[in-house]
Nanobody, 113 residues
Framework: VQLVESGGGLVQSGGSLRLSCRAS????????MRWYRRAPGKEREWVAT????????YYVDSVKGRFTISRDNAKNTVYLQMSTLKPEDTAVYYCNDPSSNSWGQGTQVTVSS
């Protein structure tokens, strides 16, 4: 299993970013996918989950209404659209395949105030 994240960067408070995670090595369309994040000095935190069909999604309370997880099974890719970003969203964001407990290398998101 390989997971490769991209799309991180530096953005001002209130801005938006879209993260992507390209998956390979397993039958992507059969499995739920998750995003996590690790802020400086904090434990890794679950952010969002999307089910295999893409219709069911789940979010941590702190991002509800601001982040949207989605997937394109034809492209083996899961996305995290982040809007109205806040400085407390600053973290390394990781893609996760829970079926194999595989992780990507992470992508840094920094939100300046």
């Amino acid at each position: 299993v390989q997971l490769v994240e991209s799309g991180g960067g530096l953005v001002q408070s209130g801005g938006s970013l879209r993260l992507s995670c390209r998956a390979s090595g397993f039958t992507f369309r059969h499995f739920a996918m998750r995003w996590y994040r690790r802020a400086p000095g904090k434990e890794r935190e679950w952010v969002a989950t999307v089910m295999p069909d893409g219709d069911s999604t789940y979010y941590v309370d702190s991002v509800k209404g601001r982040f949207t997880i989605s997937r394109d099974n034809a492209k083996n890719t899961v996305y995290l659209q982040m809007s109205t970003l806040k400085p407390e969203d600053t973290a390394v964001y990781y893609c996760n395949d829970p079926s194999s407990n595989s992780w990507g290398q992470g992508t840094q998101v920094t939100v300046s105030s």
